[in-house]
């Protein structure tokens, strides 16, 4: 059970942005030759060749790779359980594209058993065996590869980023934690063999261990789930207020000094003239709120008998399409942003859209045991869901958490699976009615007098949300987005009180 983590990383260079821009260059520390931790020795950087990182010019776009690597801590409970002096190995392989001419932040990730050429080593191999083999060096040459065997392109990378546990954790922990819809219960107890874990559905903040093992967790279903989760907290770290409180230099160079023991970058990442033109793209990008499109690698085929050969395969063809969508944003831009509530006239009825079936009688079950329990907080529960669903629980979690400020909310989640392995949907409901998950919606239509917030990754609906004068709801979709914008509509307009 390896590292699953990316999210910190982003949020250092993005969200800092719109305080420093105004700094003189100068003003810009030279981290490169500035020493750092307890011995007072320079941060260590990853050796890669001379070459192969692309240096792009300051404001321009820019794609980081990003590795979770389980350089782990002496004393952490996986070195006790692994041995702390194992060779290091790699689960997290994203890639991040900063782009101020698209207004857009694209993030891919590429599975850990995708089936690759590492180039000197052998084909058909497994991805992360790039990073046993060769680290972080090896990684990049493989990802490069990957993409220019594919489109007869040079595929640009200029900046590696390698994180490992306590970087994500201190990452998280110096955010005060991320605030994250979480659309089911995760359970492994102590002792069953797979990494513990114990975190139930819904709106939530999630601190240190609870961040890592929630981005880590595989068991019951797949790399793709996982990497959408990583994908999703890295999104919501970024909205995440603590974020705003960078306001200026000294708050962005502390956080960075904190971040830079911890994280390994390439040789001439940390120089001065990098990162200024690292926070004049990422001003640009945080001034005009740049939305977050997660970009999917479609068409993963697994193995003829995956219980002995776990390797995964994707077409060229595919591998060209994530190419494109990734630097060019082609079919996965998000609809342009607007703040005006337009009505709309004929909305369908929701026993007119296909894949819907009538769920009343259930959730007028759950309503009659949640209300006693909720006190200010009116129960609305959906009338409709996916044909074939079913909810995880026969009544709706009730829960209380605390905001920001530290005031104290009463909160429900009705969590809802398709019937596939790790499609799960879910109803949110909350007292608490400005979260940071609701900040720039990107469309408002008002549908019989409910104004709904609509919120987009590309064209595929992830949220939708409407306030009343008591509370907040919202619908999400599942992490690989399996319900169709349609459908995710007439439930939200189907969710009622009893």
Do not use: C
């Amino acid at each position: 059970m390896l590292l699953q983590a990316l999210a910190g990383v982003l949020v250092i260079f993005v969200a800092t942005g719109a305080g420093v821009a105004g700094a003189g260059y100068f003003q810009i520390p030279d981290w490169e030759n500035d020493p750092v931790g307890p011995a007072g020795t320079p941060a260590p950087t990853i050796k890669i060749d001379e070459g192969e990182i692309e240096e792009a010019e300051p404001g321009q776009p820019r794609t980081l790779l990003v590795l979770g690597s389980d350089r782990r801590a002496k004393t952490s409970r996986d070195a006790k359980i692994l041995g702390a002096h194992e060779k290091p190995h790699s689960d997290t392989i994203v890639l991040i594209r900063l782009d101020s001419n698209r207004n857009r932040i694209a993030v891919l990730s590429l599975p850990r058993d995708l089936a690759v050429t590492i180039p000197g080593y052998a084909d058909n191999r497994k991805i992360n065996e790039a990073y046993n083999e060769g680290g972080a060096a090896l990684t990049l040459e493989t990802v490069k590869h990957l993409f220019a065997s594919a489109t007869g392109k040079e595929f640009f990378v200029h900046g590696v980023i390698d994180v490992n546990f306590d970087g994500f954790q201190r990452a998280v922990n110096r955010l005060k934690g991320v605030y994250v819809d979480v659309d089911r219960e995760y359970y492994n107890p102590e002792g069953s063999g797979f990494a513990a874990i114990d975190i139930k559905p819904g709106y939530q903040r999630l601190v240190g261990s609870d961040a890592l093992d929630y981005v880590r967790f595989r068991h019951t279903d797949s790399d793709l789930f996982r990497a959408a989760r990583q994908q999703d907290f890295l999104r919501q770290a970024a909205s995440m207020p603590a974020v705003d409180e960078l306001k200026s230099l000294d708050e962005a160079s502390e956080f960075a000094e904190e971040m830079r023991e911890y994280f390994r970058f390439n040789k001439g990442f940390l120089k001065r003239k990098n990162i200024a033109g690292m926070l004049k793209t990422a001003f640009y990008l945080a001034a005009n709120h740049a939305p977050v499109n997660q970009i999917q690698l479609k068409g993963v085929t697994e193995a003829e008998n995956p219980k002995e050969d776990t390797r995964l395969y994707v077409s060229q063809e595919h591998i060209v399409e994530a190419y494109e969508a990734f630097l060019t944003g082609k079919r996965t831009q998000n609809p342009t942003r607007s703040k005006k509530a337009k009505k709309v006239k004929k909305p369908a009825k929701a026993s007119r859209t296909r894949g819907l079936e009538n769920a009343r009688r259930l959730g007028e079950d759950m309503a009659v045991q949640a209300v006693p329990r909720l006190r200010k907080l009116p129960f609305y529960f959906p009338e409709y869901r996916a044909t074939g669903s079913r909810y995880t629980n026969d009544s709706p979690r009730i829960y209380s958490l605390r905001d920001v400020d530290g005031d104290l909310h009463r909160a429900y989640r009705i969590s809802i699976s398709t019937g596939a392995p790790g499609e799960f949907y879910g109803v949110q409901g909350l007292t608490w009615r400005d979260p940071p998950i609701l900040d720039n919606p990107d469309l408002i239509r008002e549908h019989d007098g409910r104004k709904l917030m609509l919120y987009y990754d590309g064209s595929k609906l992830r949220r939708v949300a409407w306030r009343t004068p008591r509370a907040v709801y919202w619908v999400s979709n599942t992490l690989n987005y399996k319900l169709s914008n349609a459908k995710m509509l007439a439930i939200a307009r189907s969710l009622r009180r009893l």
